[in-house]
C-alpha cells in the first residue's frame, strides 16, 4: 500500500529565503508526482507534475526533483515571499488510474 | 478559462436527508474523482471514473453514490448523510492518454449535524 509522508509539517521562515519541501513514499512503482498549493478554504492548485521517467521540473521560482529508487521527492522554492504562504501537498499517483495518495502536507509561513 | 467548478461550495444538512453535491469540468477530461479531506487524514478519494458509463471505487466509498451520464458532469450522492460525512469535498479532473495534471475544484464544505 503506497503511503506518502511530508516532512516538516510546518515550516516557517524569513522572506528571501530559499527553501526545500520533502516528500516521501513506499511505493516506488509510481505513474507520476504532482506538487500542490494549497490556500485556506480554497482548493488546490497544482504547481508542478513529475512524470516517472523525469528526475526534475522546473516552473519559475519552482523546482521540483523525482528520485525513485529512493522514494523521495522534493520541493525547491527560491527567493520565497510572503505570497508564497500556504499549504503544499505532494501527491504520487500509482498506475494509469486516476488515484493520488495525498501526503497531509507542509504548512509554509513566509514572515516579511 | 478551463476550470472545475462544484456546487454547493457551503452546505449544512441533516442527517438522513438525501443531497447531491454537483461537479462540472470543461475541458472534456476523461477522468473524474471525488476526494475528501479531513484534519490529520489528508485527501482521500471517494470515486473516481474514467469515461462515461465508467465509475469505480476509491479508498472510502462507503455511503456515498456517483453517475457518470455525460463527460463533463460527476455528481456525488448522499443517500443517507451521517455526522461521520462532515468534511471538506474537492472534485478532480485530468485527460487520458498518458501523465497528466490533475485539476481540482474549489471544494465544498459539508456539515451534517
Known amino acids: 500500500k503506497q503511503e506518502v509522508t511530508q516532512i516538516p509539517a510546518a515550516l516557517s521562515v524569513p522572506e528571501g529565503e530559499n527553501l526545500v519541501l520533502n516528500c516521501s513514499f513506499t511505493d516506488s512503482a509510481i505513474y507520476n508526482l504532482q506538487w500542490f498549493r494549497q490556500d485556506p478554504g480554497k482548493g488546490l492548485t497544482s504547481l508542478l507534475l513529475i512524470q516517472s521517467s523525469q528526475r526534475e521540473q522546473t516552473s519559475g521560482r519552482l523546482n521540483a526533483s523525482l528520485d525513485k529508487s529512493s522514494g523521495r521527492s522534493t520541493l525547491y522554492i527560491a527567493a520565497s515571499q510572503p505570497g508564497d504562504s500556504a499549504t503544499y501537498l505532494c501527491?504520487?499517483?500509482?498506475?494509469?488510474?486516476?488515484?493520488?495518495?495525498f501526503g497531509t502536507g507542509t504548512l509554509l509561513a513566509v514572515q516579511p | 478559462e478551463a476550470q472545475v467548478t462544484q456546487n454547493p461550495r457551503y452546505l449544512i444538512t441533516v442527517t438522513g436527508k438525501k443531497l447531491t453535491v454537483t461537479c462540472s469540468q470543461n475541458m472534456n477530461h476523461e477522468y473524474m474523482s471525488w476526494y475528501r479531506q479531513d484534519p490529520g487524514l489528508g485527501l482521500r478519494q471517494i470515486y473516481y471514473?474514467?469515461?462515461?458509463?465508467?465509475?469505480d471505487k476509491g479508498d472510502v466509498p462507503e455511503g456515498y453514490k456517483v453517475s457518470r451520464k455525460e463527460k463533463r458532469n460527476f455528481p456525488l450522492i448522499l443517500e443517507s448523510p451521517s455526522p461521520n460525512q462532515t468534511s471538506l469535498y474537492f472534485c478532480?479532473?485530468?485527460?487520458?492518454?498518458?501523465?497528466?495534471?490533475?485539476?481540482f475544484g474549489p471544494g465544498t464544505r459539508l456539515t451534517v449535524t
Open positions: 478532480a479532473s485530468r485527460r487520458a492518454g498518458g501523465p497528466s495534471e490533475q485539476y
Open positions: 501527491a504520487a499517483v500509482r498506475g494509469a488510474t486516476n488515484k493520488l495518495i
Open positions: 471514473s474514467m469515461n462515461v458509463e465508467v465509475t
